[in-house]
């Protein structure tokens, strides 16, 4: 399906990003990953413009192109009673600043049929409490998502998935955790693998600047005391 396809994907060394990984290259895509944790291709902090540099150097220089360009570094998750003011930036440079100037340093090498998948979040919507930087760098990627199927119009498709619930541990939840969601489980990683992988195939060819909510149904529920098993305790 992805026959010698290039897949650029931040973040990819661990949970989500390292399932779309695989799954890119399961489908025959060679896969480019970018990440502070150990990988196979480039380990480097996103925050860091001359890493970004470096590294879209590295991936054009091998390549000559990009098919598809997977954003989905997880940015810091700090709250308003701690988050300092460099963890707030910090924040939003891996989760807005990166997206768009590693898309702006592809732009001229996208292939004609390209696809952007940036990973928003749940978040971008609905919140917990202390969770401001990682909650606006969220809502920051939703809307540079369609900011950039706009300017990019014509170039290349750019999409965002915004997931809830996502399980990267191989945990099996039952009982108020998996009956709250009206698709009666908790997400996996695959779930939106599957996603990014439909949003770069030319089935979604006529799809671009959506954002795409996969988390069971759970942000379309209303939840009241004593709902599904949950009681508010004042």
């Known amino acids: 399906m ?6 650029v994907v931040t973040g990819g060394a661990s949970g989500i990003g390292k399932v779309i990984a695989e799954q890119f ?3 025959g895509a060679r896969v480019c ?9 480039f380990v480097g902090d996103l925050a860091d413009q001359a890493v970004l540099e470096d590294f879209a150097r590295k991936v054009i220089d091998q390549y000559g192109r990009v098919d598809y ?3 989905n570094a997880k940015p810091l998750t700090r709250g308003i009673q701690d988050c300092s003011y460099d963890e707030f930036n910090y924040a939003l440079q891996v989760g807005i600043t990166v997206p768009f100037y590693l898309t702006k340093l592809f732009a001229p090498y996208f292939s004609p049929d390209g696809a952007v998948v940036n990973i ?3 978040r971008d919507r609905m919140s917990q409490p202390q969770t ?3 909650t606006a760098a969220k809502g920051g990627i939703h809307a540079l998502t369609h900011a950039l199927a706009v300017s990019l119009a014509g170039k290349v498709r750019v999409n965002s998935i915004s997931p809830g619930w996502i399980d990267t541990e191989g945990t099996h939840y039952t ?3 998996a009956v709250q969601q009206p698709a009666g489980r908790v997400g996996t990683p695959m779930d939106i693998a599957n996603m990014v992988l439909y949003l770069c195939s030319d089935k979604a060819g006529f799809i ?3 954002n795409i909510c996969i988390d069971g149904g759970m942000t379309r529920q209303m939840i009241y005391h004593n709902d599904f098993g949950w009681t508010l305790e004042g």
């Open 2 to 7: 992805f026959d010698n396809r290039i897949a």
């Open 25 to 27: 290259q399961a489908a």
């Open 33 to 41: 990953i970018i990440d502070v944790l150990p990988n196979d291709y």
């Open 69 to 71: 360009l997977i954003h």
């Open 120 to 122: 928003s979040s749940s």
């Open 132 to 134: 401001e930087s990682y």
């Open 175 to 177: 009982g108020p955790d």
């Open 208 to 210: 671009t600047g959506e």
